[in-house]
């Protein structure tokens, strides 16, 4: 099983290198120069900046996709109706058993 590795960067920082992406996109050209540029200065790479920046855009609304809020909430969701789902078939599997259990008892 693969473990998560720690978050070595702070969400301020995180934030703060987002704020300066989207406030230097016009200066350096293009998204991804900018992105390139600050990455080097945080110590971070520029694919784990865009992927920061992206959340953002979709966080706000600006871009399309399903937001961090919503993301956590779909996965709670998920992992209750697993749950329900696993509580069914031991019920399912105990009233099986024990309709079996009745029959035997009223054959004796």
Do not use: F
């Not at 998204?31 to 784990?48: D, E, M, P, S, Y």
């Amino acid at each position: 099983m693969m473990t998560k590795t720690p978050n070595k960067v702070s969400p301020d920082v995180r934030g703060r290198a987002v704020r300066m992406v989207l406030d230097d996109e016009g200066a350096h050209g293009s998204c991804w120069q900018a992105i390139v540029a600050i990455a080097a200065k945080i110590g971070c790479l520029a694919n784990t900046l865009n992927d920061w920046v992206k959340k953002a855009g979709i966080d706000s609304g600006r871009r399309a996709g399903v937001s961090g809020d919503m993301a956590s909430k779909l996965k709670a969701l998920e992992r209750g109706s697993r749950a329900l789902r696993q509580a069914s078939e031991i019920l399912r599997k105990a009233r099986a058993y024990l309709a079996l259990a009745e029959l035997d008892r009223r054959s004796k």
